[in-house]
């Protein structure tokens, strides 16, 4: 099946710094990746559409500034929490979708944990 | 979105069959009906997805009514590594992302 990886799995990091999260799709092309976060006890929200070539597309009340995202090829998608508060601590995920139409499955990654002291 | 609604757990035992139930009353002709499951501490996994008719596969099967405004997720022989929260999850034809809900946390007792 689809897998997709992401580095790292978890990360501790001051307040003020910035974290890479990297995606990517390891056997197959996907020029679409999404990036969701999901808090504790919640379901899992989803903060940005990734897509390889051109501007994310971010969901509402998702600051694009600070959460930078680059799709620079068909199998890579990177998400950069810039100065990052204890606030963003989150388990960060993404996916990636293979198909067409309206039968499109997406297969996520196995999430970030993101700790921000 | 069209929305969904689930009940927030269910309790089985292990080698019995569950019934998940997923409500979708204000699905449209083009929604398809997609299920994903996310084990404790993962991402989500794809389970199974249908538009009209039935659907079976190696994990599970999906029984949608005649309606479409409901959909059962069936697992017929449940085990402990199917504790997850289930989610029932709408696309419309073309759509890309998908919108989870609460979704149901199953736990299976041994």
């Known amino acids: 099946g689809a897998v997709v990886s992401q580095h790292p799995s978890r990360v501790i990091c001051k307040s003020g710094t910035s974290v890479k999260i990297e995606c990517r799709s390891l056997d197959f092309q996907a020029t679409t990746m999404f990036w969701y976060r999901q808090f504790p006890k919640q379901s899992l929200m989803l903060m940005a559409t990734?897509?390889?070539?051109?501007?994310?597309?971010?969901e509402q009340g998702v600051e694009k500034d600070k959460f930078l995202i680059n799709h620079a090829s068909l199998t890579l998608s990177t998400l950069t929490v810039t100065s990052a508060h204890p606030e963003d601590s989150s388990f960060y995920i993404c996916s990636a979708t293979l198909g067409s139409g309206g039968a499109q499955t997406q297969y996520f990654g196995p999430g970030t944990r993101l700790l921000v002291l | 979105d069209a929305k969904t609604t689930q009940p927030n757990s269910m309790e089985s035992n292990e080698e019995e069959p569950v019934h998940l139930p997923c409500n979708h009353s204000t699905i449209s002709g083009t929604d398809y009906i997609h299920w994903y499951r996310q084990l404790p501490s993962q991402g989500p996994e794809y389970v199974i997805h249908g538009l009209t008719s039935n659907v079976n596969n190696r994990m599970a099967s999906l029984a949608i009514a005649e309606d479409r405004k409901s959909s059962t997720l069936i697992l017929h022989r449940a085990t402990l590594r199917d504790a997850a929260v289930y989610y029932c999850i709408l696309s419309a034809q073309g759509a890309q992302k998908l919108v989870f809900g609460q979704g149901t946390r199953l736990t299976i007792n041994p």
């Open positions: 990734s897509n390889e070539g051109s501007k994310a597309t971010y």
